[in-house]
């Protein structure tokens, strides 16, 4: 008997990506809409700036980016996590980071499901954010009692779903036949469902806590609650979603607008009420409405290094900090130009971030280095190397998430008026326990990359040791 050959797990996450991008456009009619005006804006940024289209085609990008997207959902229980965890496996996608959003008035906390490696990431760069409910956030000890039976009862996973992750474990890979039935499976977990599945009033005690907590009780499974696409000028699509029939939130999370982007900037609509069926104690049908699932974009820059996030998170906190108040639609023309002259003290220059060491750089070898005789380029280091013209950088993508940023996006988006405050601390040790392994650390991957750059110039231009 002939033995199939193993999909790649790039292909499957392409796959389920572009699947689960329908589904939720079928769910999401302005999610649509929303990919429209992206791809419109995306196309004319590139139209507009040939240096920008380069930089895209040096680093692989542009083919990337009409791809590009990340996702969203939240879970009940640490068996919920740990199951996900072997579900993303199949497609290539480890955790990556820790984000605690209790600290930000929401009861979770977080890891971003990712492909680690820049070959995997430009075949499919699909994000998964991740988040498990704190049970131990919510007060009344008799609510948060019932919260988890409730969870303890359901089952988010097909058992073709469980059983294709088993075959997955143990052969090391699906055939062909396998990814498809497995892409059809794994959708049905993040499928949206309008029946609730407690009554009306519980569903309203756990909207009363944190409507979050509703969200992640109160139903089937994890729907997903969000799909991003990737714009190449955000400021451009927050202005024109009115035009659109979308109203964007207030604020653009994250950095100010520059020249040179860094981390992550996104904006989005408010949540959507939807029509929700709830059962009562005697088997009636009540009609009511739940706010959970919205669209987001993001624009993203480059990856800091640990001195270079330092240098954001300080000057983000002194914006804050001079504000005093949350950001709401009377005070965010204030907000934006106090956040704009406090990163004016961030260098908005690839030269000078990459000499201050604040941002990671991927490296390429020019078409001059190809023909310069290997025996004068001994010893000369990286930066004379690019002084000279036979090694140029651009910067690395930045592929994870902000936590104060998905917070904020968490809040307004739900239309909370207040921030809600959790007791606890960040519980980095318990959420890895749950999830059944250790998280990434990131910083460490987008060293990684730039090395393995580096070290690509140095075998093209046979140089047998090439320091900066």
Not at 94 to 118: C, I, N, Q
Request: aromatic share 8%.
């Amino acid at each position: 008997m002939t033995h199939q050959p193993f999909v790649n797990p790039d292909e499957i996450r392409a796959r389920f990506s572009n699947a689960m991008s329908e589904m939720y456009q079928t769910e999401v009619p302005l999610y649509g809409a929303l990919l429209r005006l992206v791809a419109d804006t995306n196309n004319q940024m590139l139209s507009q700036q040939p240096e920008l289209a380069r930089h895209l085609r040096q680093t692989g990008e542009i083919e990337r980016l009409s791809m590009e997207r990340h996702g969203a959902i939240r879970v009940g229980t640490a068996a919920e996590l740990a199951t996900l965890r072997r579900l993303f496996a199949v497609m290539g996608m480890v955790p990556v980071g820790y984000y605690d959003l209790a600290s930000a008035g929401v009861p979770v906390h977080s890891t971003a499901f990712r492909a680690v490696h820049e070959a995997s990431l430009q075949a499919s760069p699909f994000r998964i954010f991740t988040s498990l409910l704190r049970l131990e956030l919510i007060e009344p000890p008799e609510l948060r009692q019932q919260a988890s039976d409730i969870l303890a009862k359901r089952v988010i996973f097909t058992p073709r779903a469980i059983e294709l992750m088993v075959q997955h474990e143990t052969s090391g890979g699906l055939t062909r036949h396998q990814a498809d039935d497995f892409i059809i499976q794994s959708l049905e977990t993040f499928r949206w469902h309008n029946q609730a599945t407690v009554s009306a009033e519980v569903y309203q005690q756990l909207h009363d806590q944190h409507r979050l907590i509703a969200d992640v009780v109160a139903f089937k499974g994890p729907h997903i609650n969000h799909l991003t696409p990737r714009t190449l000028n955000i400021d451009a699509i927050q202005t024109a979603m009115p035009q659109h029939n979308i109203t964007p939130k207030v604020v653009i999370e994250g950095p100010p607008p520059r020249n040179c982007p860094i981390l992550l900037r996104q904006t989005s609509f408010k949540a959507l009420e939807e029509k929700v069926a709830f059962l009562s104690a005697d088997g009636q049908v009540i009609q009511g409405h739940h706010t959970a699932r919205f669209g987001e974009i993001e624009q993203r820059g480059a990856a800091l290094t640990a001195k270079g996030r330092d240098l954001y998170d300080r000057l983000l906190q002194a914006a804050q900090d001079q504000l005093q108040v949350p950001t709401n639609e009377k005070n965010s023309a204030q907000y934006m130009a106090i956040l704009s002259d406090k990163f004016n003290q961030f260098p908005d220059d690839y030269p000078t971030m990459r000499a201050e060491r604040l941002a990671f750089f991927r490296y390429f070898p020019t078409e001059k280095s190809r023909s310069a005789p290997t025996e004068s380029l001994q010893g000369l280091t990286l930066d004379e190397l690019i002084g000279a013209g036979f090694i140029q950088y651009e910067p690395l993508v930045y592929e994870d998430f902000l936590p104060v940023s998905a917070a904020g996006i968490f809040q307004s988006n739900l239309g909370d008026k207040e921030q809600a405050h959790f007791a606890g601390h960040a519980s980095k040790q318990d959420f890895q326990r749950d999830l059944g392994m250790a998280v990434i650390d990131e910083l460490q991957l987008y060293e990684e990359t730039q090395q393995r750059s580096i070290a690509t110039c140095a075998a093209t231009l046979k140089l047998t040791l090439l320091s900066r």
